[in-house]
């Protein structure tokens, strides 16, 4: 806790512990980057491309469920399987559970544990398609040697979702000041397809490994929303509008004759969607564009395109095989913001307004009506801009983003030369009737709600929401939750109908596997109503009403909103 | 009719015709300490431990109180009360009630481990335990106070080497003086937030040889505090009267911070998982050294707790009281009185 990683012990499984334990709690950015450049200053190459792996969400595969894991754990603590959910309740986390659970080794300290994180990770994949029961001597002997920060972060390997308070973005920039190359030139090397089992770090880093593989795709640069007047940002035209499309933000690659397309979380999603592959035969070698992957309603003539509804793009995304069905009903196109790559080169560094126009180029040259560039949004005063927001709805837009027309291509979310101006969310009052316990940092506290309307004098529940209120308000609700619950099904309590709250959200979607016949889309609770009684909450009626003018786009089945 | 009745206004002795940390004035209150959310204003009688009075003195002002040392009866209405130590801070007690031959104990806020100040746990054999079970789950395992100990002082070392003050979270009565002990052997001047200050002032005032402290005031010079360390209660923590520190780091002592969770939540860059309750195995323990036939477990996990002890073959039920329970809402309880109390 707060201690120096530079420890005495060398550099063993306790210190990526420690590491994680310091990224986990800090509450400062820099405290978190002191603490990963120390890491990387003193941790064998290996461990270092594993920790680039798991930083960058190129966890090793599971090698055991999760049932599993926590059987073993209640064997050893011997405690009944109804004590340990009640314990993963309070904790919200399986490994983390699991880790207080376990018994501690006494004497642990003195003698520490000499393996490294890249030992275990190794064993890991080796043991993969072995039987249950050299998995589980293996993790159970590697608990017995382990402390409990030591015993948490392994779990957390094994049941993958390491979400820590950390960033990709954070982690290059230790490593760019640790091997002093800078942080765009590490983003682009560390993206794409690598396996940390069996690249090492000199080759992660190096550029030659970087110029074959074919497949990489650069950094996104991110926005942030406009905070404060628009008259800041100076002169009108030194800046470009266009609309801000809501589906998925994606690069598509064509190099050596290969195609690739990547979503924002780098994840390779080349397979899904097959109508890119007319793409892959127009575009020319060493090409990388960025864009939005999006469902577009029927193939556009004249440029008019309308997008349908983000639901229609869920339907194809996270399935393994596309129906005929799917890609009649939710084609897929591409709308187009930037180039970054021209001719076989990097041109990020160029100004906007060249690459605009290098991106015409190319796309006027291609013939496939699915693909679009981004339309400019002409304006001559932001307050002009600012009635044209007020249609982001019509067009099937979000908001509006800025972007100032001499600026590079960079990488990350950077202040100063793109911004976002989200519309208002539409919202609905509505009261709260069922309460869950919360998970990770609000985990004793009652946070994840239910929300209901009203039907005559039914109630409705048409939507969960568990963001948007501060801790305080969140300690009251929850407290008022543990006063007032009517009954209890497992984690859920059921909660007099009683707080109304906004919500606030970005979509709404007509849905058949939902009561209430819709399905929101970024719900959120944007105000506690506590100057409105639960009668005075809006109708279901007023959802309806709602979902006609949104979503005239035609009925979709939405699957997990 | 049992000895103790669960009412609407606390733990009742009907045959004795008092209560046990009453949270509504009654007549007659027994005391088991001085934290706000078993001291409670208005009653027109309290019966304490000799060192709990001046602490009630502090909290709740001029009142009827009268004070008794460690297992001396005192017999009213025919049934006989003694206090034994809790451990749990400065003059906390289990209460022990006893008539016609049987023995109930309420044992108020308790834990096992000795911490040198708060007085050793004494198991007091009876037929009814109602224990509290604030950390009623097997996922509470305290590590031992020295190796806390020993981890909050690394990490006040840590912050001095960067140059950084240690503002450490702690209830100003219990905690505070708990962790004063190894930090005063650091040999760093400690600061400390008036709530702290008051409370500490009260212990010098009745005789405790405390560590010296150093009251933070509006003109406390900024260079003085650099690296050295300053303890404050909840109710300060993220407010604007922890700018004066900048630039800081803040330590939370809380049987919370066990779980991860906890400490981002509270936003905290370190959290030490020191506790003045017992934990799961000492609460067990404890309830198995008394002997009880039955088992009433309140204020915390009481449902899982209780459940988990039938299950051991020990009869046990659970209470709805309105002590503290979670920490969280007891924090609430001691913010609002300490804010009254800090009038610097
Ligand atoms: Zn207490
Ligand atoms: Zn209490």
């Known amino acids: 806790m707060g201690e120096s990683l530079l420890g005495n012990e060398g550099i063993t499984m306790k210190q990526f512990a420690k590491l994680v334990n310091i990224l986990g709690t800090s509450t400062k950015t820099n405290d978190k980057l002191q603490a990963l450049q120390d890491y990387f200053e003193v941790a064998a190459d290996q461990d270092k491309v594993w920790v680039i792996a798991i930083f960058s969400g190129r966890r090793p595969k599971r090698i055991i469920n999760s049932t599993i894991l926590a059987g073993w754990c209640l064997e050893i603590a011997a405690i009944e399987p109804w004590l340990f959910d009640e314990c993963y309740h309070t904790v919200g986390d399986l490994g983390e559970t699991i880790a207080l659970l376990l018994p501690e080794q006494e004497t642990q300290n003195e003698t520490g544990n000499e393996h490294t994180l890249s030992y275990y990770l190794q064993t890991f994949i080796r043991i993969e398609k072995e039987t249950e029961q050299v998995k589980k001597d293996f993790i159970t002997s590697s608990w017995q040697q382990m402390d409990r920060n030591e015993k948490f972060v392994f779990n957390k390997l094994i049941t993958g979702g390491f979400r820590i308070g950390v960033s990709q973005t954070m982690m290059v920039n230790a490593l760019a000041k640790t091997v002093k190359v800078s942080s765009s030139i590490i983003a682009h090397r560390i993206s794409g397809n690598w396996d940390p089992a069996t690249t090492s770090f000199d080759d992660l880093l190096s550029e030659t490994v970087a110029a074959t593989d074919f497949s990489k795709p650069y950094p996104f640069y991110l926005a942030y929303a406009v905070d404060e007047d628009l008259d800041k940002l100076g002169e009108e035209d030194l800046w470009q509008a266009e609309w801000k499309w809501d589906g998925i933000r994606g690069q598509i690659i064509k190099r050596n004759k290969d195609f690739f397309v990547w979503s924002r979380g780098e994840e390779l999603m080349t397979e899904k969607f097959p109508e890119y592959n007319h793409f892959k035969d127009q575009l020319p070698d060493g090409t990388v564009i960025d864009g939005e992957i999006i469902s577009l309603g029927a193939p556009a003539e004249d440029g008019v395109f309308k997008p349908l509804p983000f639901a229609a793009l869920q339907t194809r995304i996270g399935r393994k095989t596309i129906t005929k ?57 932001w307050e002009e801009l600012g009635v044209t927001r007020t249609k982001s709805r019509d067009m099937g837009s979000e908001g509006i983003m800025i972007k100032r027309k001499s600026s590079p291509y960079q990488s990350g979310r950077k202040r100063g030369d793109w911004w976002k101006w989200k519309i208002d969310p539409l919202t609905i009052d509505a009261v709260m009737i069922y309460a869950q316990k919360g998970h990770g940092r609000r985990s004793n506290l009652y946070t994840d709600y239910t929300f209901a309307v009203k039907d005559g004098d039914k109630l409705v529940p048409f939507t969960k929401a568990y963001s948007g209120l501060t801790d305080k308000e969140f300690a009251q609700v929850d407290s008022f939750v543990k006063r007032n619950s009517i009954e209890k099904f497992g984690p859920v309590r059921t909660v007099k109908p009683e707080l109304v709250f906004e919500i606030a959200f970005e979509g709404i979607a007509a849905s058949n596997r939902h009561k209430s016949g819709v399905a929101l889309r970024f719900p959120r609770m944007s105000r506690w109503r506590t100057d409105k009684k639960a009668d005075e909450i809006n109708t279901l009626e007023d959802l309806k009403e709602m979902l006609k003018i949104y979503n005239q786009q035609g009925v979709v089945e939405a699957t997990d909103l | 009719m049992p000895l103790i009745e669960f ?32 001291a409670r204003w208005g009653s027109k009688y309290y019966l304490c431990h000799h060192l709990t009075k001046p602490l009630l003195q502090l909290r709740l002002g001029d009142n009827l109180y009268e004070s008794v040392d460690w297992n001396e009866p005192v017999f009213i209405n025919g049934v006989k009360v003694s206090l034994h130590p809790a451990g749990h801070i400065i003059g906390s007690a289990q209460i022990r009630v006893e008539y016609e031959g049987e023995v109930w104990v309420a044992s108020g806020d308790y834990k096992t481990e000795d911490d040198g100040i708060s007085g050793a746990f004494e198991p007091v054999p009876c037929n009814t335990f109602i224990t509290e079970s604030t950390f009623g789950l097997p996922i509470y395992k305290w590590k031992k106070q020295l190796d806390i100990f020993e981890d909050i002082k690394n990490w006040v070392a840590q912050n001095k080497e960067n140059k950084k003050t240690s503002v450490l979270i702690a209830y100003s009565l219990g905690k505070a003086q708990r962790v004063l002990m190894p930090l005063s052997e650091m040999g760093l001047p400690v600061y400390v937030h008036g709530a702290v200050w008051n409370v500490h002032q009260a212990l010098v005032n009745s005789g405790w040889k405390l560590p010296e402290v150093t009251r933070v005031q509006p003109d406390t010079p900024k260079e003085d505090l650099v690296g050295n360390i300053v303890i404050a209660p909840p109710s300060a923590d993220g407010t604007p009267w922890m700018k004066k520190f900048y630039p800081y780091s803040v330590g939370t002592c809380s049987g919370w911070m066990q779980v991860r969770g906890n400490a981002r939540r509270r936003n905290t860059d370190a959290g030490f998982a020191l506790s003045d309750h017992a934990d799961w195995y000492g609460l067990l323990q404890a309830v198995k050294a008394t002997g009880a036939q039955k088992v009433y477990a309140t204020h915390g996990f009481q449902s899982a707790f209780s459940r988990f002890l039938n299950e051991q073959g020990i009869e046990a039920g659970e209470v709805k009281t309105e002590y503290g329970g979670e920490e969280e809402e007891s924090k609430a309880a001691e913010e609002t009185e300490e804010i009254i109390m800090d009038n610097g």
Request: aromatic content about 12%.
């Open chain 1, 325 to 381: 069905k799917q890609l009649t009903e939710a084609p897929v196109g591409f709308i187009a913001y930037d180039i970054l790559e021209f001719e076989g080169e990097d041109i990020r560094y160029k100004s906007m307004e060249e690459r605009r126009q290098l991106l015409e180029q190319v796309i006027a040259k291609t013939n496939y009506p699915a693909l679009h560039i981004s339309p400019v949004i002409s304006f001559n005063t």
């Open chain 2, 7 to 38: 009412s609407d206004k606390g733990l009742y002795c009907r045959q004795g015709n008092f209560y046990i940390d009453p949270w509504k004035p009654v007549d007659k209150a027994v005391i088991t300490h001085a934290h706000s959310d078993h």
